[in-house]
């Protein structure tokens, strides 16, 4: 079919499949409309439709509280064709705000239908919801549904692809991790027992003692790969900007105090609310934050400024120390490259990856002998009015 999508009358309905009743090998589809017609049309365009040799599965929702039980009893659908007004004039982007932050599931595409335009505003849609596409019912004819959909489903094979060979890797480092701890553990054991025998050998005894310092090292960089390995975005909330930063700043507080230092704050934050994994974002905060204190010489003084934004939320942090040299800016974000001497090269490191799980910007400038400024700019995700 190539005209526009005409729709049946009302009666054709077909019931959303149970899990476990998917055809092996087919591409999942959940179809979310409070309209019948439009589940009978959509089955019908795709009644035919295979994509590299598998055909799809369609799985209907008729408001978007079925929606969302649905999407969690089916975390492998491929694409969701969503409608905006069902039994809410949001529903729909309840649905779209449901998946990514709290069921946080990132791979499902989802297609926002609407045939009233007015109720979500396409650019701010997508942009802040995360929606892969946008049609307008209006405008969609069957060729333009099955082009949408074939996009989709390649788009969410692409991230599969790369979310597995991800998880691969993580369960590479977190073996690899456990083999050399096992090997560490050893070292030590066999190190002190040396040393108890050989007490009266100063030379034995000193390198003994350089080959549990090394140990210990070791020891420690394996941890730092293992909690890196960990890092996973958890439920995305709403929270005040200055909330996270406080937690950062009074978590460095404390671990100078125990040491004997301090450090002098000048804070500028103007509140924001903002979406984000609470724990993630103040350990990333504190991960920059102790940064500046470890480049200033003698008592540390760190800028912390806010700037609230209609389209985002810029935190910038910045310190008065010995600032990078431009050959080694390109390296900061690499894994165990410090330039402090007893750093595990894993901090900011971890910023970014933190970055990444929220789809923050991250910048850095840094001028030699005056300081460095890292910015984080965070999307706002309530233009929609579902955040407020």
Known sequence: MTDSIVFAAEGNDFAGVESGVDEFGTWKIMIVDDQKDVHTVTRLVLEDFAFEGRKVTCISAYSGEEAKELIVRHPDTAVMLLDVVMETSKAGLEVAQFIRAKALNRFVRIILRTGQPGEAPEREVVTELDINDYCQKTELTSDRLVTAVITAIRSYRDLKTIDEGRRGLHLLAMAVAHQIRNRTIAISGFANLIRKKASDSPDVAEHISTILHESSRLESMVKDVTNYASLEIGEVVPVGIRDLLEDAMDGIDKGLEAIGQTVEWDAFCPDQTVFVDPRLSVLAFEAIMQNCVDFTNGKAKVKV???????????????????IIEDDL??????????????????????????????????????????????????RRELTGLGS
């Open 305 to 323: 400024t806010v700037a609230p934004g209609r389209l985002a939320c810029v935190v910038k942090v910045t310190d008065f120390g010995s600032g």
């Open 330 to 379: 390109s390296h900061v974000y690499d894994p165990f490259f410090s330039l402090k001497p007893k750093g595990s090269g894993m901090g900011l490191c971890i910023v970014r990856k933190v970055a990444m799980e929220h789809q923050w910007d991250l910048a850095i400038e840094s001028t030699l002998g005056e300081g460095t400024t890292v910015s984080i700019v965070i999307p």
